[in-house]
Every structure is written in C-alpha cells, then in structure tokens.
C-alpha cells in the first residue's frame, strides 16, 4: 500500500463546521466553537491529516467587511488553534459571488463552493490524494464541491437529508469517530 501518512488531509468548511453559523461572521468577538471541535481537531491530526480550511467568504465581496479583516480573524484562529496544539495548513477563501458582489469581485469564479476550485487547489498545493481525503461541510454546496473535486469521504453536518455517499454527522467529533475506524481498516488490511 502507498504510504498515505503525508497525503491525507480534511477539507473543513468554516462556519457551521467550526463555528456557529451567523451570517457573515468577521470578528473574533463573533467566533464560538461548536462543541468538541477543538479536540475534534487535534484528534484528525493524530491520524495524520493535515487540516484545510475552505470557505466561501462573499461577504468580502458584498462589502461587508474586507480581506484584512478576514486575515486578521484567520490569524486569530490560527493561533487560538495553535495554543491548542492545532496546526492548521491552510485557509483557502472565495471573496467573489455571481451577482451580488461589488466591482472586480463581482465574477462567475471557479473557486466559490459548490464549485470545488479551492479543494483542488489544496489538493496541487499540498501533494494530497483525493480520494483518501475527507470533506466536512453543512451545506449541500460544501458537498458538492468536495464530489466535484473526488473527494474520498463526504461528511454533512446537523442535516436529516440523506444522500448517496455522504455521511451525516452531529458534528466534527463523530467525523473522528468514522475516520478512525476506516484509518484501522486500512492499517490492518495492509499487514
Ligand atoms: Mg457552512
Ligand atoms: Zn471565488
């Protein structure tokens, strides 16, 4: 069997996954983990998965607050998470939408989800293998993408819709639960 140690990584989308979903959450002060995730974090890291961020960020776009203030709140969880022994690859962000986006980021881009523009970059980015990745989305967008782009394992938080191929969850910590199983599955059927 390849060794997958270093090509294995969960795509997270941020708000509903992470952190409560608001609408358009711009400030640390708005950031509140959703139960267990920190862990839940620490935890997919430790069978090894590197831990990727994509999120559809339009409010950029819409004018409702700026790159640098997106950065800024990125950088306040990079080094919560980091505190916690976290350590996060990367942030992947579409600041774009369609129609309703002012001036330049007003476009039909290919990395706003369910477009999955910012997975396969992550994918070329960091040498990883799709298809013994996971995706862990709330919306059907954030699955789409993650099909668009062959991912392995599809996860769809807090959703009563059943889909083929897609595992529903209550959260990150039950996503650690599946993965460590299928990690032992496969750890055993290569001795
Ligand atoms: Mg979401
Ligand atoms: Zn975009």
């Not at 409560?20 to 139960?35: A, H, K, M, T």
């Amino acid at each position: 069997m390849v060794a997958l140690k270093n090509h294995k990584a969960v795509f997270l989308d941020r708000d509903g996954v992470i952190n409560s979903d608001r609408g358009y959450v711009s400030q640390w002060s708005e950031f509140e983990f959703l139960p267990g995730v920190v862990t839940a974090m620490a935890q997919l890291q430790a069978l090894d998965y590197r831990l990727i961020i994509v999120t559809n960020q339009s409010g950029i776009g819409r004018g409702f607050y700026t790159e640098g203030e997106f950065a800024a709140l990125s950088t306040q969880l990079i080094d919560f998470l980091a505190d916690h022994d976290v350590s996060l690859t990367a942030i992947y962000h579409c600041p774009h939408h369609p129609t309703e986006a002012l001036g330049g980021y007003r476009k039909d881009c290919d990395c706003r989800k369910p477009r999955p523009g910012m997975i396969l970059r992550g994918l070329d980015d960091w040498q990883l293998v799709p298809e013994v990745c996971a995706l862990v989305g709330d919306k059907l967008s954030d699955i789409e993408a993650g099909r668009g782009a062959g991912i392995g394992h599809l996860f769809r938080v807090a959703t009563a819709a059943k889909q083929d191929g897609v595992t529903s969850v209550s959260g990150l910590p039950e996503v650690v639960q599946y993965l460590t199983a299928w990690n032992e599955a496969q750890s055993s059927e290569s001795h």
